[in-house]
């Protein structure tokens, strides 16, 4: 189990790395919303994705483009993920995401759960 770890710490790392050089920058943890009585403090969100996390950005580095297309769908329609049934990457387990050393109760899914994952990352700089 632990070398299965290390490889798919090791793919995330790698897929990190492609993001990097498609878009000059690691993917962010999550970006603010658009939230109207903000815009004097904050601006527009920098771009049209809000709440979507650097998991979800990593999905056609590491294998997952049909997710990756169906996400960019249900964002169309959806774009703060009100409605968690169009989104299907709320359910869908990614392997790599999941620590083959992790118990494998808690990786199971149960009816209307969101898929686990062991691995976390930074979102910002403070609690804005």
């Known amino acids: 189990a632990r070398a299965a770890c290390q490889s798919q710490m090791r793919q995330l790392g790698l897929a990190m790395h492609q993001y990097h050089d498609t878009h000059g920058r690691l993917p962010p943890g999550n970006i603010r919303p658009y939230i109207p009585w903000a815009l004097s403090m904050w601006g527009m969100p920098p771009e049209p994705y809000p709440m979507m996390t650097w998991q979800t950005r990593l999905l056609p580095f590491v294998g997952e483009e049909p997710l990756w297309q169906a996400t960019l769908s249900a964002y169309e329609r959806d774009p703060y993920c009100k409605d968690w049934d169009i989104h299907p990457g709320f359910r869908r387990v990614v392997r790599?995401?999941?620590c083959p050393a992790d118990?494998?109760?808690?990786?199971?899914?149960?009816?209307?759960?969101?898929?686990?994952?062991?691995?976390?990352?930074?979102?910002?700089?403070?609690?804005?």
């Open 96 to 98: 790599l995401y999941v």
């Open 103 to 128: 118990d494998p109760h808690r990786s199971a899914m149960q009816a209307n759960e969101l898929a686990p994952t062991s691995y976390l990352g930074v979102s910002g700089i403070n609690q804005y």
